[in-house]
């Protein structure tokens, strides 16, 4: 069983850096691809980015070039820098284990995700 959970959230001026983290546990774990989600109000949850086992990455085209995602398996830590935020970045950020057919399929349960708001 897979366990996620979310950290880093806060409150940020437009233009301003943030980090988020997401934890894991459970068997197998480092061994999974893992992807950041983010509902923003009054929108669906949508897919930010992706990382796989060996540290390949793909992005949302609203993010690339201002998100990074990076990972410490040994750690069992998935991070997501976000630089250059912008108003609309604001949200509620979540990790989960992507399905390889489907990155806005989920194999795990959700967490209770980390909260962005980011400041005009």
């Known amino acids: 069983q897979v366990q996620l959970v979310e950290s880093g959230g806060g409150l940020v001026q437009a233009g301003g850096s943030l980090r988020l983290s997401c934890t894991a546990s459970?068997?197998?774990?480092?061994?999974?691809?893992i992807a950041w989600y983010r509902q923003i109000p009054g929108k669906q949850r949508e897919f930010v980015a992706r990382?796989?086992?060996?540290?390949?990455?793909n992005y949302a085209d609203s993010v690339i070039d201002r998100f990074t995602i990076s990972r410490d398996n040994a750690k069992k830590v998935v991070f997501l820098q976000m630089s250059s935020l912008k108003p609309e970045d604001t949200a509620v950020y979540y990790c989960?284990?992507?399905?390889?057919?489907?990155?806005?399929?989920?194999?795990?349960?959700w967490g209770p995700g980390t909260q962005v708001i980011v400041s005009s």
């Open positions: 989960n284990v992507p399905a390889s057919w489907n990155w806005g399929q989920p194999l795990a349960s």
């Open positions: 459970g068997s197998g774990v480092s061994g999974n691809a």
């Open positions: 990382i796989s086992r060996d540290g390949s990455a």
